[in-house]
T-cell receptor, first 113, second 114 residues
Framework: LAKTTQPISMDSYEGQEVNITCSHNNIATNDYITWYQQFPSQGPRFIIQGYKTKVTNEVASLFIPADRKSSTLSLPRVSLSDTAVYYC??????????????FGSGTRLQVQP | GAGVSQTPSNKVTEKGKYVELRCDPISGHTALYWYRQSLGQGPEFLIYFQGTGAADDSGLPNDRFFAVRPEGSVSTLKIQRTERGDSAVYLC????????????FGPGTRLLVL
């Protein structure tokens, strides 16, 4: 399984752009890169998923370089409600094999007013 | 439609007792997952069902843990002879069952073993 490494915590202020980088040196050819967000007392919530280059949706962008050994989650103009733990995951494979998600410890983002 | 629901939301039990935790997945989702989350840690995979069968149970910590999904919808996680170390939040997720699909998580059941 590809292991992921991401910062333990980050601080930001409302209105700023936040970039959280995750390294996954051992990513496999068939692995997707997925980011989840988790608020206290809730289950993780899917944010974005990509395989290569750039993916953008209504809440975030995901940048993946050509070697796919890292990825960066970009949150534009964060608000207080973006304070949460963000998990980078690798391993939701495109094949029909292993489906389980492997979570690390995540990055605790604290947004200040 | 409704998301993944889990009952009970909280469960307090005594060491050595048996507990059952229930998960209702999103309607039509064929894949169902159980995870366990300890304080300050990310969720840890326990077991994955595709339909009625357990496709991957490699995350179950020991034979005190067992899960079923008899009709391919609702699932029950069963823990026998609970230990204090079993205290955690037990999360259930479901997905459509294809490859690389998004998993949708429930709010979890917080289990406390005294």
């Amino acid at each position: 399984l590809a292991k992921t490494t991401q910062p333990i915590s980050m601080d930001s202020y409302e209105g700023q752009e936040v970039n959280i980088t995750c390294s996954h040196n051992n990513i496999a050819t068939n692995d997707y890169i997925t980011w989840y967000q988790q608020f206290p007392s809730q289950g993780p919530r899917f944010i974005i998923q990509g395989y290569k280059t750039k993916v953008t949706n209504e809440v975030a962008s995901l940048f993946i370089p050509a070697d796919r050994k890292s990825s960066t989650l970009s949150l534009p103009r964060v608000s207080l409600s973006d304070t949460a733990v963000y998990y980078c995951l690798v391993g939701a494979s495109m094949d029909t094999g292993r489906r389980a998600l492997t979570f690390g410890s995540g990055t605790r983002l604290q947004v200040q007013p | 439609g409704a998301g993944v629901s889990q009952t009970p939301s909280n469960k307090v039990t005594e060491k050595g007792k048996y507990v059952e935790l229930r998960c209702d997945p999103i309607s039509g989702h064929t894949a169902l997952y159980w995870y366990r989350q300890s304080l300050g840690q990310g969720p840890e995979f326990l077991i994955y069902f595709q339909g009625t069968g357990a496709a991957d149970d490699s995350g179950l910590p020991n034979d005190r843990f067992f899960a079923v999904r008899p009709e391919g919808s609702v699932s029950t996680l069963k823990i026998q002879r609970t230990e204090r170390g079993d205290s955690a939040v037990y999360l259930c997720a479901s997905s459509s069952g294809g490859g690389g699909e998004t998993q949708y998580f429930g709010p979890g059941t917080r289990l406390l073993v005294l």
